[in-house]
């Protein structure tokens, strides 16, 4: 089952969800508007490699924006801290962003039950695009688990920023086929 905005409202409320700067005016029927952070990260080398830690530059979003190139991968983030030990969050883009061209989060939209933080943003562009900092970027829906629950407590909880993948800090020899 999906919490419909009023819920979430109230689960916010009662700390069943926490969101960090929570306004009720980012909140829709059955979702909650997520806004662009003032950070970018890049990957800066031709080839990522999942078994190593990748070299990367950081970008502020000035008050002018900052314009996405296509076939290039960002890494933005949340300006608020959303998490829940009660709901599993999942992350989309807005169709409004989406019409612009702008793939967001496309393949990672599932959070962990226990994590708290700003969710960092895969970005792709299909053509040139101006993003600003504090614009509405997605919307988190959250659903009702069953069953036990574990917490989160892996390699990403507290993010503040945009976070490169750690992919390589579970790598195994297997994976390297």
């Known amino acids: 089952m999906i919490l ?3 819920e979430i409202a109230a689960a916010v ?7 960090t700067d929570y306004t009720d005016a980012q909140v829709n029927p059955n979702s909650y508007n997520v806004r662009l952070g003032d950070t970018l990260t890049i990957y800066s080398e031709e080839i990522i490699d999942p078994h ?3 070299t990367t530059c950081t970008q502020r979003i000035g008050a002018d924006g900052y314009v996405l190139q ?16 009660t ?3 999942l992350l989309f883009g807005r ?18 039950i226990g994590f708290h933080g700003q969710w960092t943003l895969m970005l792709s562009p299909v053509r040139p ?12 829906m959250f659903f009702l688990s069953v069953g036990p ?7 990403y909880q507290s993010a503040q920023g945009p976070q490169p993948s750690r992919y390589w800090h579970d790598a195994k020899p297997a994976d390297a086929r």
Do not use: W
């Not at 629950?149 to 390699?155: N, R, W």
């Open 4 to 6: 419909t905005g009023p």
């Open 70 to 85: 296509p076939r290039e991968l960002y890494l933005g983030h949340t300006v608020e801290e959303v998490g829940s030990d």
């Open 95 to 112: 169709s409004s962003v989406g019409r612009l061209g702008l793939f967001v989060e496309i393949t990672a939209p599932i959070g962990d």
């Open 13 to 19: 409320r009662d700390g069943r969800i926490r969101i």
């Open 129 to 140: 695009l101006k993003v600003y900092a504090g614009m509405k970027i997605g919307q988190i």
């Open 52 to 54: 190593r830690e990748n």
């Open 87 to 89: 709901f599993v969050p």
């Open 149 to 155: 629950v574990s917490l989160y407590s892996g390699k």
